[in-house]
């Protein structure tokens, strides 16, 4: 009761959506507003990239991109691990989004400039979009204990989703006011903002549910291991290998059922709309992705915080995957267009919504070493390798049957069933081991050492 009276206006109008406790209330706005700005640079110069990329080069240039990404990440990540072992978290986060800040000036320079450099933007854009989110709530992570943090990151989230919805309709605007080098200057402008917010939401964490000091460095077992970065600190973790394993099969089936989609939306506008499929095809996508948009805002912000107070981090890691299951096997067993585009807006609702809070969310009681090198080497490099894998099923399935894309719907059905059993696995190690730390001492609900110390490895 006496916390009931302590807390504001704000923090009882959040507590309609979670449990949100006194003094927590301007921390958890200024990550909200950082999260939103973080989207809407990104959002600013996503049309960009696209515009540049076919203007001076064309789809196929675009596809190579993928592969480039991937293999400038690998150099990347033992990068950025050394920067991690040589900084505080707040210098990492703030030194990171300072290069973007320096990288966005120099393309804005070279644009007024008349230098063509579509392809390098459209990757450097690509693996921005990915870093400066990992960074993000590697940032949230290391700022709350585990019980905070499952309490309030549903909540942060709304940001990310209201953020990208904002930025896109910006940039639409924006495209013909200022054109892609205002909109980059922008999109730097914005990216500035979001670096002076971290260091005030940081103070503003209450006692209660601030994150422990961070133990010991667990030593390397040599130079190997300092130069791997990210991919060593995963590697010595069963743990983290099934993190990663989940973020590669999520983009797996995410990237293989845009193939589907495709396919099957042709064949679609070829008879409903014959000598207009381009505007049929436009009009649908818009549509498609502002549905999505649309209900993933609203889980993030209605259920997502509710389902991992009540039902637990581990269980609210299966209803994506499950649900993915029973869409994909109707799918299989009664081929609809209709019920393609119900199933592929809910993987793609729940998946930005709870699945991706879920598991930003297992590294809350880790170390720092976890939460900045492993988780960017996961959010990155893992999340591009699920694009590529696809990629290769749908170059040797299309070679090798003759059925037609319709086939990929069971491939994608094994890949969910192989996510919702990974999924499993990863939130019973989860429970395990943060179970056992909780049960060990009594710092589990006010930020002691217990779950750290467990998850540090």
Excluded at 211 to 234: H, M, Q, Y
Aim: net charge positive.
């Amino acid at each position: 009761m006496s916390d009931l009276r302590q807390r504001s206006g704000f923090e009882r109008l959040l507590s309609l959506f979670t449990s949100v406790r006194a003094g927590e209330g301007r921390c958890v706005a200024l990550l909200c507003l950082q999260a939103f700005l973080l989207m809407v640079a990104y959002y600013l110069i996503r049309p960009v990239r696209e515009a540049l990329i076919l203007t001076e080069g064309d789809p196929e240039i675009r596809s190579y991109a993928v592969g480039v990404q991937a293999a400038i990440l690998i150099l990347v990540i033992p990068a950025y691990g050394a920067l991690v072992r040589h900084a505080n978290p707040g210098g990492v986060y703030r030194r990171v989004n300072l290069l973007f800040v320096f990288n966005l000036l120099i393309f804005f320079v070279l644009g007024q400039a008349g230098y063509r450099f579509g392809f390098v933007f459209f990757v450097w854009a690509s693996i921005f979009a990915v870093m400066a989110v990992t960074q993000f709530w590697a940032f949230a992570t290391d700022l709350f204990n585990a019980h905070a943090g499952q309490r309030l990151f549903g909540i942060i989230a709304i940001g990310v989703s209201a953020g990208a919805w904002v930025g896109s309709r910006l940039a639409q605007a924006g495209f013909e006011a200022v054109g892609p080098y205002g909109l980059m200057l922008a999109s730097a402008l914005v990216l500035t903002i979001v670096i002076g917010l971290g260091a005030r939401a940081r103070v503003r964490v209450p006692a209660p549910a601030r994150a422990e000091d961070a133990p010991a460095p667990v030593p390397n077992s040599g130079r190997t291991a300092r130069w791997l970065g990210g991919f060593a600190v995963i590697g010595r973790s069963r743990y983290l290998v099934g993190i990663a394993a989940l973020v590669v099969l999520i983009n797996w089936i995410t990237s293989t059922g845009d193939y589907v989609l495709s396919c099957w939306l042709i064949e679609v506008a070829r008879l409903e709309a014959p000598g207009t499929q381009g505007v049929f095809i436009g009009r649908f996508m818009g549509s498609f992705y502002s549905t999505i948009t649309l209900i993933g805002f609203l889980i993030q912000l209605l259920l997502v915080s509710r389902i991992i107070q009540f039902a637990g981090l581990a269980r609210a890691l299966l209803v994506t995957p499950v649900a993915l299951v029973v869409g994909f096997l109707l799918l299989g067993i009664l081929p609809v267009f209709l019920l393609l585009q119900s199933v592929l807006v809910m993987q793609r609702s729940l998946d930005y919504s709870l699945l991706n809070t879920a598991r930003n969310a297992l590294l809350l009681p880790a170390s720092r070493d976890v939460k900045y090198q492993a988780k960017t080497a996961i959010d990155t490099f893992f999340y591009r390798g699920g694009d590529l894998l696809s990629t290769l099923a749908i170059f040797a399935g299309v070679r090798l049957f003759d059925e037609g894309y319709q086939q990929f719907v069971w491939m994608i059905l094994v890949l969910c069933i192989t996510l919702a059993l990974v999924a499993w696995l990863v939130g019973r190690e989860y429970s395990r081991r943060y179970g056992a730390a909780a049960g060990s001492g009594s710092g589990g609900a006010q930020g002691g050492v217990g779950p750290r110390a467990v998850l540090a490895q």
